[in-house]
């Protein structure tokens, strides 16, 4: 065991010490036995690595070790870019999915924004179903025809040809109700 340490010493200390290339310095100490020790390692650990990379995209192991093996180093490395290829594609793919669900969500957003904007009695009557009944914050923003705009807090009532409403008012106040026609309105949306 001395022996190996000894020779790691001196292997390194004339390697750092700039006395030739690593292969040069083992085969003044070992002869060839250290350069083949190392060429068998890099044989297995390609197919190893092959076998690895393969697992790792769904591929039969076993066979692709011994691709490893008959074509050491080159076949790891054609394994590691079509590891990465497979994985740059489901990336790409993810954030396309991604993107389309957000843009499908922003239409369906923006078509129930547009059918809730309609003032007449069906819209109302479906935002008055979500219309908070404890809350004195404003829900619902009125524009009118004359292009004023209104706060509401609850939608109390859909009839045929108006609608009322309870307008946001300050903690301690008492809330307004008002009655409007649906003529009188411009549109309405969620807040």
Do not use: C
């Not at 859909?158 to 309870?166: I, N, T, Y």
């Amino acid at each position: 065991m001395s022996g190996i340490l000894e020779f790691v010493k001196e292997l390194f200390s004339q390697f750092l010490s700039g006395a030739g290339s690593f292969i040069d310095i083992a085969n003044e100490q070992r002869g060839w036995g250290f350069v083949w020790f190392i060429l068998i390692l890099v044989w297995l650990l390609s197919g190893f690595a092959s076998f690895e990379f393969a697992n790792t995209t769904g591929l039969n192991g076993k066979k692709h070790f011994w691709f490893g093996l008959l074509l050491p180093v080159v076949y790891p490395v054609i394994l590691l870019i079509r590891k990465l290829t497979i994985q740059a594609k489901a990336v790409s793919e993810a954030k396309r999915e991604s993107e389309r669900m957000a843009a499908e969500r922003d239409q369906i957003e923006a078509e129930r924004r547009r059918i809730d904007s309609t003032p007449n009695k069906d819209n109302f009557a479906k935002l008055k179903g979500s219309s908070d009944a404890s809350s004195i914050k404003a829900q619902f923003r009125l524009e009118l025809a004359d292009g004023s705009a209104l706060m509401i807090a609850k939608i109390l009532e859909a009839q045929d040809a108006l609608a009322v409403f309870e307008l946001e008012s300050n903690e301690g106040e008492t809330p307004r109700v008002l009655r409007m026609p649906y003529a009188k309105m411009a549109r309405i949306e969620r807040l």
